[in-house]
């Protein structure tokens, strides 16, 4: 058995139970999978996703990204994403951690210091994998070392997240996120627009809508909205639609074909048929997976 990082003997102690949790910590998450075939997990909001031991790939629709103790994911606004557990055993089993980023205090970050905005944001997509530096991993370390002193928390959580934040800003890809915190930036509009297609995931897209929502002609929101989530409105207001079935499926008690109708599909067989190609398995397979590794991660 290799012998474990740091971080990953911090989590391995700290996280004993199989799955996803959240922690005393507001926006850590803490990841253990001791094997590979565990359901598709979603994401779709500003994140920093991090390996300490295993491996892990993400899509973006058919980019897939991957990351492991030596890098890290960066994403910087709400992408639908599905994330695929690649390296894990039960003698060294897949843990990670998750941080929310806090894009207020990112804001605040930047009118502190003397970091260059981004005048000319480039054309590339919201999230990258980056390579970890000791710098940034010390952070982590430290902040995750915190769970074993719930009463320090209060005091040291946010310096240590502060922290973690300008290392980010001040990493090779920094520009991610001073382009999302920028006022009035090109990224901002596109969130803009993500945010309104998530608020109206059933309905049909009309294109000078979101034009007006994103505050772009016409011509410049296709170009910027497929550049920031490598995808058109229409593939993005599907990933949303399938992932909202999910979610319903899971919280409520609809069959397939009703959700489907919920979040716009017209017809069950599409649904399904795309449903499983995005999730790795038919709506209802997936579910009773979602299901059942729950009540494993509990028990």
Known sequence: ??????????????????????????????????????????????????VAQGAK???????????????YLLVSLDLPLVGQIEDASRSEPFLGLSLVLDLEEIASLMRE???????????????VVGSM??????????????????????????????????????????CLLRCMVADNGKVQRVAAGLAWLRRNVARP????????????????????FRAVTSMSPLQYQKQLRLQEARRLLLSETFNA?????????????????????????????????LRTAAWKSSS
């Open 57 to 71: 790939s993400t899509l973006l629709k058919e980019q897939r990204f991957r990351y492991d103790p030596n890098t």
């Open 133 to 174: 530096d000791d710098d940034l991993l010390g952070a982590l370390v430290r902040l995750t070392c915190l769970l074993k002193k719930p009463d320090q928390i209060a005091v040291l959580a946010p310096l240590i997240k502060r922290e973690i934040f300008y290392r980010l800003l001040l990493s090779e890809h920094g």
């Open 205 to 224: 897209i009309r294109m000078k809508e979101l034009a007006r929502e994103m505050r772009m002609s016409s011509s410049a929101m296709h170009i910027w």
């Open 1 to 50: 058995m290799r012998t474990m990082t740091p971080l990953a003997s911090l989590i391995d102690e700290v996280c004993p139970r199989e799955g996803s949790h959240a922690t005393g910590i507001a926006g850590l998450f803490l990841t253990r999978y001791s094997t590979t075939e565990v359901p598709r997990t979603s994401l779709h909001q500003a994140v920093l996703c991090v």
């Open 113 to 127: 210091s003397d970091l260059p905005h981004e005048t000319a944001p480039p054309l590339r997509p919201g999230l």
């Open 257 to 289: 074909a009703t959700v489907s109708r919920r979040v716009g599909y017209e017809s069950p067989s599409q649904f399904s048929r795309e449903y499983r190609r995005l999730f790795g398995a038919p709506p209802m397979q997936d579910i009773e997976r």
